[in-house]
């Protein structure tokens, strides 16, 4: 719920010598470590670090300003299909810490890099899984089945952590689960406090209204985000066959 801003990349020397590093090391598929064990540690600070970069390129939700796009799930992708769940797992991981390091908390107990921690995690093993299960004779129609049910996983996942903790914890500026808000909430609410102007369609109906404004908030936005970042991904695809580690 808090509002992102664009990161001050004067803060952080660092982050930009990796990236720069990351474009020569890349570059012909890494050959000059000969080690898969070594390049599988290289690739994770690697992506970890595009993952941060990523995560600099923000691109406002119409619906609820306090909500931004971002590509750096692109790199969870990307991890999974070289190297594997395991050293996905850690990029997620190493994207979270380098966030709160060189980004600071976001929110009481950095509750923004937690919940992109959990969004990380959820598309890793999702997509880790399905590439599993589904065996379609065409390449294409696997990655767009699985990007599908991985993203729509994703959101409600995500919804669902908004709804219990998440919102609430931001409400009350300190951990809270939902039912410990001492007011209600509703859609209004949120329109009151931002300006914005969502409606609540009649299908979420049997939803409290707490709920519906969660759902309606966080579900879609979620979903766009995901969908936006396996478009992108699709892309880079190809390229990944001279990297692969797995």
Same mark, same amino acid.
């Given at each position: 719920?808090?509002?992102?801003?664009?990161?001050?990349?004067?803060?952080?020397?660092?982050?930009?010598?990796?990236?720069?590093?990351?474009?020569?090391?890349?570059?012909?598929?890494?050959?000059?470590?000969?080690?898969?064990?070594?390049?599988?540690?290289?690739?994770? @600070?690697?992506?970890? @670090?595009?993952?941060?970069?990523?995560?600099?390129?923000?691109?406002?939700?119409?619906?609820?300003?306090?909500?931004?796009?971002?590509?750096?799930?692109?790199?969870?992708?990307?991890?999974?299909?070289?190297?594997?769940?395991?050293?996905?797992?850690?990029?997620?991981?190493?994207?979270?810490?380098?966030?709160?390091?060189?980004?600071?908390?976001?929110?009481?107990?950095?509750?923004?890099?937690?919940?992109?921690?959990?969004?990380?995690?959820?598309?890793?093993?999702?997509?880790?899984?399905?590439?599993?299960?589904?065996?379609?004779?065409?390449?294409?129609?696997?990655?767009?089945?699985?990007?599908?049910?991985?993203?729509?996983?994703?959101?409600?996942?995500?919804?669902?952590?908004?709804?219990?903790?998440?919102?609430?914890?931001?409400?009350?500026?300190?951990?809270?689960?939902?039912?410990?808000?001492?007011?209600?909430?509703?859609?209004? @609410?949120?329109?009151? =406090?931002?300006?914005?102007?969502?409606?609540?369609?009649?299908?979420?109906?049997?939803?409290?209204?707490?709920? =519906?404004?969660?759902?309606?908030?966080?579900?879609?936005?979620?979903?766009?985000?995901?969908?936006?970042? @396996?478009?992108?991904?699709?892309?880079?695809?190809?390229?990944?066959?001279?990297?692969?580690?797995?």
């Amino acid at each position: 719920m808090e509002e992102r801003h664009f990161f001050d990349i004067q803060k952080c020397p660092f982050i930009v010598k990796i990236s720069i590093f990351t474009i020569f090391f890349i570059y012909k598929g890494g050959i000059f470590v000969k080690s898969t064990k070594t390049r599988k540690m290289v690739m994770i @600070a690697i992506l970890s @670090a595009l993952g941060m970069i990523l995560n600099l390129i923000e691109i406002p939700y119409p619906f609820a300003p306090w909500l931004n796009f971002d590509l750096s799930e692109i790199v969870v992708l990307s991890a999974v299909s070289t190297m594997g769940v395991v050293p996905a797992v850690f990029v997620c991981i190493c994207k979270f810490l380098a966030s709160v390091l060189f980004k600071g908390p976001v929110g009481p107990i950095a509750i923004g890099q937690i919940t992109s921690l959990i969004a990380s995690l959820s598309i890793c093993m999702m997509y880790y899984l399905l590439k599993k299960v589904l065996h379609f004779k065409k390449s294409w129609v696997n990655y767009a089945v699985n990007m599908f049910l991985t993203m729509l996983t994703f959101a409600f996942i995500m919804y669902i952590i908004n709804y219990l903790f998440v919102t609430p914890t931001y409400l009350m500026n300190k951990p809270t689960w939902y039912t410990q808000l001492p007011f209600n909430v509703d859609i209004m @609410a949120f329109n009151s =406090q931002y300006g914005s102007n969502i409606a609540i369609p009649s299908i979420l109906n049997f939803l409290s209204p707490y709920a =519906q404004a969660i759902f309606i908030i966080y579900f879609p936005f979620n979903f766009l985000k995901g969908i936006i970042c @396996a478009v992108v991904y699709s892309f880079v695809r190809p390229i990944e066959k001279n990297y692969t580690l797995e």
